[in-house]
């Protein structure tokens, strides 16, 4: 009995193993059989990425070109208006500055009492050094009054809103928003950036004397970073602020020089005609006598202050028609105003769009133009508060 029952659990035994050897057999070959299908299927999908069909080129028409030459001269008229707002509210604040402290401080200087005795004084040693002749003194006098002028007035304001600062800042503002008008452009007519690129590289927008990295392209503008970084923009800018008079003061020779001239010729005349031939000078005699004569040609304290608003008015009929023309040159002049940097690459585009506004472009290698980092020349962006 025992025997009989061994026997079977042997041979069911040795049926389990054998059935279990079949399912594990047939699940081995299913996986293989799966594996090989897969490395099949991905053999077919790597060589199909590496043939990829050919792209048909982008046929751009002579009329889109147009089309596209006519919105880049848009982009640039659209970025120049903000840019020119952005530089007048600032002037205004300058302007309004600069007649804030003539009143407060150059006024009060100028016309009191002890500024006109030791100007008396200077006129006289002028007067003395100069010889036979009133010119070089009266020039020598107003060379004198301008620097007063200049350190008083247009300086101190200078620090707080100062005209290169300001060129500079419009200029830049104008270039990043003429960057983001033309990024539309190739997506509004279906352009390849790569077609476009080489339009903007086409188009001339810094034009100056040699050497080469002074003249940029209008590609090159609109990627530089940073805009200020770039030579050709730097040397723009500097030679905008070279032609206007530099240091921030504006073109103060040409308009405050002739107001001071004026001022110290009316000084050397009431020198002229008043206590020329004093009790001190007729007693000393020489030229140590006509140095006292001169020097204290002055009338008196109580005599001065009643003058003193006359001398005023007209010391302010003076200087204001002289500001407001400085003010109208910084801010209206086309070439050394606080938009010459703008004026100048708006013209260079709007003149280069027209000369190929007719020419097809062809497609060109793309050359990798990276913008060369100049030296630092900008002031600090607090001076425009």
């Not at 077919?44 to 070109?65: F, I, K, L, Y």
């Not at 190929?356 to 100049?374: N, Y």
């Amino acid at each position: 009995m025992f025997n009989v029952n061994c026997s079977v659990q042997t041979g069911t035994s040795a049926s389990r193993r054998a059935l279990a050897n079949s399912v594990f057999g047939n699940v081995i070959f299913n996986l293989r059989s799966l594996f090989v299908a897969l490395m099949v299927a991905l053999a077919g999908c790597a060589t199909t990425d590496r043939t990829p069909a050919p792209v048909p080129p982008v046929h751009v028409s002579e009329d889109t070109w147009r089309q596209v030459d006519r919105d880049i001269s848009a982009a640039s008229l659209a970025a120049r208006g903000p840019a020119e707002n952005y530089a007048r509210s600032f002037m205004e604040s300058w302007k309004g500055r600069v007649h804030q402290r003539t009143e407060a401080d150059f006024i009060p200087w100028f016309t009191s009492y002890w500024t006109q005795q030791w100007l008396a004084v200077k006129g006289a040693w002028y007067k003395l050094s100069a010889g036979e002749g009133m010119d070089p003194a009266v020039k020598q006098l107003a060379a004198y009054l301008q620097e007063q002028y200049n350190r008083r007035v247009l300086e101190p304001v200078a620090k707080e809103v100062n005209p290169d600062v300001v060129r500079v800042r419009a200029t830049t503002l104008y270039i990043q928003l003429l960057g983001e008008r033309l990024q539309p452009i190739p997506r509004r007519y279906g352009i390849p950036p790569d077609r476009f690129d080489q339009r903007l590289r086409n188009i001339q927008a810094i034009a100056l004397a040699p050497p080469a990295a002074q003249s940029a392209s209008l590609y090159q503008i609109v990627y530089a970073d940073p805009i200020a970084g770039l030579p050709a923009v730097a040397a723009l800018i500097d030679r905008v602020r070279k032609e206007a008079g530099g240091a921030g003061v504006g073109p103060s020779d040409a308009r405050i020089s002739p107001v001071a001239k004026r001022v110290s010729e009316k000084l050397m005349a009431k020198l002229a005609i008043s206590s020329g031939a004093s009790a001190a000078a007729a007693a000393v005699g020489g030229v140590a006598g006509m140095v006292i004569s001169l020097g204290a040609a002055g009338f008196g304290v109580i005599a001065h202050e009643n003058e003193r608003s006359e001398m005023e008015a007209q010391l302010r009929e003076e200087l204001n028609p002289a500001l407001d023309d400085m003010w109208h040159s910084l801010m209206e002049d086309p070439v050394i105003g606080v938009m010459g940097g703008v004026n100048h690459i708006a013209e260079q585009i709007e003149g280069s769009v027209a000369s190929i506004l007719t020419q097809p472009v062809r497609a060109q290698p793309l050359l990798h133009e990276d913008p060369i980092p100049a030296e630092p020349f900008l002031q600090d962006e607090e001076n425009l508060r």
